[in-house]
């Protein structure tokens, strides 16, 4: 690999370590000092001179406090000299403020695509965004990876003769649709309607769920409001064991106890984009871990190679 840095913020520093592990680098240090007035200060303990800098800060609760840190440690990056610096977004919460959908209201995905590029971003390395529009708010170049290579390596070690892969939404169908070929199974979606942050419902779903089996696969679990409205449908169309599934587990609001407490829910699987505390962790709990992944793509975007060949393949 040519000349690299890679530092990380407090957002997430046991993914930022493994990632190092796997691309066999050192995590350089970083100091964060907050002052009597409550503001911040970053501090890249490395040097930076001419080499590709690496910045993995995964935008997670509290998430304003993070947000400021990478935009600091991009301009700390900037100042000093670096060739190139690349921000490792394994989670960008405000993607999901992606649209214009009342009057009044701001684009928070495209305005923090903005900020980044103006403290300094040359390019982002970003993991299952919220929809494809997202990646087109940044005016540098985004190279988007998914976990559904890793979610179906996990899933397929089951019998899956008789399983459907059931997305909540219509917006989340062709990322499930894409999963469901990976693992060859038919695919079905939920009719959901938003009216607030934690109140959704879903009027039917479409496709056959009669006495298979199911995954459920969303990008994000946050309160669990969708999943669980989606479980009652489920249940009144007859389906069998369901699986949840979901690259981002948020897990907010004791999401995970619900989920936990339904017997025909035998597993909730999500990868570790967002730093999951012990005391959320359930015994239905399984968690993936995207390291290997993020690195390769580090690596391929050193050298010069493709990022986009790591998923022409099934």
């Known amino acids: 690999m040519r000349d690299i840095a890679v530092f990380t ?15 066999g680098v050192d995590l350089s240090p ?29 935008l997670v609760p509290p998430v304003q406090e993070h947000l400021v840190e990478l935009l600091l440690m991009l301009d700390a990056a900037r100042g000093a000299s670096a060739a190139r610096t690349t921000v490792v ?27 980044m590029v103006a403290a300094g971003a040359s390019r982002v390395l970003a993991m299952t965004l919220h929809s494809p529009q997202v990646h087109g708010f940044f005016s540098v170049p985004v190279d988007h990876l998914h976990a559904l290579r890793e979610l179906a390596a996990h899933f397929s070690r089951y019998d899956l003769s008789n399983t459907v892969v059931v997305s909540p939404d219509l917006g989340n169908a062709k990322e499930a649709a894409h999963f469901a070929r990976i693992l060859g199974l038919p695919v079905a979606a939920g009719a959901k309607q938003r009216f607030a942050d934690d109140k959704v419902q879903i009027q039917t779903v479409i496709g056959d769920v009669a006495g298979r089996d199911v995954i459920v696969l969303d990008d994000e679990i946050a309160k669990g409001s969708t999943v669980i409205e989606l479980l009652g ?14 690259t981002h587990g948020l897990f907010s609001s004791g999401a995970l106890d619900r989920l936990q407490a339904f017997d025909d829910v035998l597993e909730i699987v999500a990868t570790n984009t967002v730093p999951i505390p012990a005391e959320k962790v359930v015994p239905k709990l399984k968690v993936l871990s995207i390291a290997p992944a993020m690195a390769e793509a580090m690596r391929r975007i050193n050298v010069g190679e493709s990022v986009s060949t790591l998923f022409e393949a099934p």
């Open 233 to 246: 449908k489920l249940r009144e169309r007859g389906a069998g064991p369901i699986r949840v599934a979901c």
């Open 9 to 23: 913020g407090s957002a997430h520093p046991s993914l930022a370590a493994e990632i190092c592990g796997h691309l």
């Open 89 to 115: 977004l394994p989670h960008y919460a405000y993607a999901r403020s992606d649209k214009k959908d009342a009057p009044r209201i701001s684009i928070g995905g495209r305005l923090v695509a903005d900020l």
């Open 30 to 58: 970083s100091r964060l000092t907050r002052f009597a007035n409550d503001c911040l200060e970053v501090q890249l303990q490395a040097n930076c001179r001419e080499r590709d800098v690496f910045l993995i800060q995964p």
